[in-house]
């Protein structure tokens, strides 16, 4: 099932218009409005460029990334996933979701156990949610040559926090 | 939103999706089955795999200073007296050296003799060949982005590989079908400087390099050397049977060798 939330997430990502740029352990997803998805979708998102608040009660009809994400209308809303172990111990994410968009996406709590890497580990937790966020754009790659990191974990728990939110 | 001649659906999952803490970062290892091996001999050969590669990390660590290859360094012991893989390495990278016209050259790096840039592909290589088992119908050992594959997805399905994009790493800049190794290479790769083994400094000529061919060693070593020469250093590639590059220059503009294999954007 992690395949449906890549491909529900690169349904969303595709919005993404500007180059936000990362913030610590922050990936500010989606800002701006989708000018490719069109349909006269009404412009809200005046934060763009950053993982700023977006307006507050955004309840009007957004245009559907193809189809693969959805959500109920209304404001903003955070989940956190489960925490699931990952290589290095246990983390989980967070999501923040604004209309159908997903605004943020963070790593909520991260345990490695005191492991002597631990320092390593949230230098790493950006790099991840790069390498994540680049993967989710396109569902139908294996890998991405040139990029650092991956987890599954990470994957799970976002899937867990968006369903919690009501993509699916 | 998928076109054209790709299945209806999702594409398959791996039987086995493993993450390999190793060498500082983290391995991937991906195996995709068709009608299934015993169960046995996958989680066999994983474990072998996942050997392979903590074995290359004991051997190879410029970080851990009783590791065969820092007391070679130090001059504690000569290569002979090593571990027979550090020969078998040095060997390899002599031949990348020359191959690469010298752009590549463990030998020359500022803190002395570092085959770093060599052994975290050669391992991946090796780890790969593990997996053996009849019924695999492909299997990948992603080393933070240098890949070994064999096989694909399924018969007549080839693995298809992004290639990040250097100037937005978040970003995909193409995506190959992958036959069997690529590796790249660039200035955004973290904690890792390109030396210019002519000066001895940090030098790049082009913002990323990808090269594929049949072995992830050499490819990795040859990316490295490509993203350091820039795109004159394409018609090395060019006389290198089986190896293909891909170079993306500092002001993004993209050069590559005839065959290089671009998947079709979808």
């Known amino acids: ?168 | 939103m998928t076109a054209g001649r790709q299945p209806v659906g999702p594409p398959p999952a791996p039987a086995i999706h493993h993450l390999e803490t190793v060498m500082g970062t983290v391995v991937t290892i991906d195996v995709y089955t068709s009608d299934g091996p015993a169960a046995t001999d996958l989680a066999r050969q994983l474990t072998t795999a996942q050997a392979i590669l903590q074995r290359a990390d004991a051997v190879f660590s410029t970080w851990q200073p009783n590791s065969p290859i820092s007391r070679l360094r130090r001059g504690e012991i000569t290569s002979a007296q090593a571990p027979a893989e550090v020969s078998e390495v040095l060997g390899q990278c002599a031949i990348a050296r020359e191959l690469s016209g010298g752009w590549f050259d463990p030998w020359a790096m500022p803190g002395g003799l570092d085959p770093t840039g060599y052994v975290k592909g050669w391992a991946a290589q090796k780890a790969l060949g593990a997996f053996r088992a009849s019924g695999i119908c492909g299997a990948i050992v992603n080393a933070a982005g240098d890949i070994a594959s064999l096989g694909g997805l399924a018969p007549g399905q080839p693995f298809r590989i992004g290639i990040a994009d250097p100037f937005s790493p978040r970003r995909l800049a193409d995506v190959v079908y992958l036959t069997d190794a690529i590796a790249t290479s660039g200035t955004y790769e973290r904690g890792h400087h390109l030396i210019d083994p002519h000066t001895g400094r940090p030098t790049a000529r082009a913002a990323s390099a990808s090269v594929t061919g049949p072995d992830l060693g050499l490819a990795d070593a040859l990316a490295t050397a490509l993203a350091v020469a820039g795109a004159p250093g394409l018609d090395l590639i060019e006389a290198l049977d089986g190896y293909e590059a891909l170079i993306i220059a500092i002001d993004g503009s993209r050069r590559w060798t005839e065959h290089f294999p671009f998947a079709p954007a979808r």
Do not use: C, W
């Open chain 1, 1 to 168: 099932m992690i395949t449906a939330t890549v491909a529900g997430l690169a349904g969303v990502l595709a919005f993404h218009t500007s180059p936000a740029r990362l913030g610590a352990g922050v990936l500010p997803g989606v800002s701006g409005t989708s000018a490719s998805a069109g349909s006269g979708g009404s412009p809200q998102g005046q934060g763009a460029g950053g993982s700023g608040s977006p307006p507050p009660s955004s309840a009007t009809a957004h245009a559907r990334p193809k189809g693969t994400a959805h959500a109920r209308p209304g404001g903003t809303r955070t989940a956190t996933g489960p925490a699931v172990n990952y290589n290095y111990g246990v983390l989980s994410v967070s999501v923040t979701v604004s209309g159908s968009k997903i605004s943020h996406v963070g790593i909520a709590s991260i345990d490695d156990g005191g492991l002597p890497r631990s320092q390593l580990i949230d230098q790493q937790a950006i790099p991840l949610l790069e390498q994540e966020a680049m993967q989710a754009q396109s569902a139908n790659i294996q890998g991405v040559s040139g990029a650092s990191y991956t987890s599954t974990g990470f994957q799970q728990s976002l899937q867990a926090a968006l369903q919690t939110l009501g993509f699916k």
